[in-house]
Each structure stands twice: as structure tokens, then as C-alpha cells.
């Protein structure tokens, strides 16, 4: 895990892009074998978020890259004491896919401490295509 672009905060307001898509539900929460990502007409990035086996991180996929200038992304939800998350940008370095773990908690040297009690979790990719639009996609995380 590369924990120095995983910045836990409490986030106070989101930044709203010029299009949205609908919140979706994990399909491990739903029961379903499918994977809920939505493109946008070949010109959009691929978005796949999974829970990670023990559920205490998300990892998320990301593909077709090469049809992005910058990709961002942010993981919210609430514990029984506050609110917490995760922020981050991706490298675009020439990869056309690239994975990122997103922590239910904290890490440093090496220990970790996770959240209990997680509710209301979300996770929001935002992107500017190689043409300039911005483009947000949100999905409901149900740990």
C-alpha cells in the first residue's frame, strides 16, 4: 500500500463538477456477480471499487487511464465517534490501469488501526478527460 497518498481527513465540503452519475452500490452488497461501473461513450475511464476481503479497505480499479488528464478521488463515512476519510490523486505516468487501497482507518510505521461501527460510506472518482470535461462518478459503499 503506498500510504503516502492515502491522507485520512475529516472532510467538510465536496468540489461539484460539471456532470454527475447516480450513486451505485457495490455489487458485493447487492448480492450480484456483475461489476457496476458506467463509461462514458469510450472517451471515459473504467471505475471498479471492491471491498477488500476482511472489509476493512475498498480497492479500487481504475482502467482506460489514457482517456484521462487527471483522476482524484475521496472515500467518506461515518464511525460511532465522527466522521473520516480518505483523499488522493492518481500518477498518470503512462499506466492505462492502475489499483488504489483505501483504508477503513489509519496506518503509521507499518500499524494499523481500523474503524468500527462504518456507516454511511461513499466513494467519489472525479476526472478531467484528454478533451477538458470534468466528469464525477459516486458510489454507496455498504461494509
Known sequence: MKSSLIVLV?????????????????????????VVTKNTGGTGINVTPRLRADRRAVIVYFSNLQNAKSVSYSLTYNTSEQQEGAIGTLSLKGSPSLSQELLFGTCSKGVCRYHTGINNAKLEVSYVSKSGKKFIKRYKIKV
Open 10 to 34: 475529516t472532510l467538510l465540503s465536496f468540489v461539484l463538477f460539471t456532470k454527475s452519475a447516480e450513486a451505485k452500490v457495490l455489487p458485493q452488497a447487492a448480492k450480484s456477480s456483475g
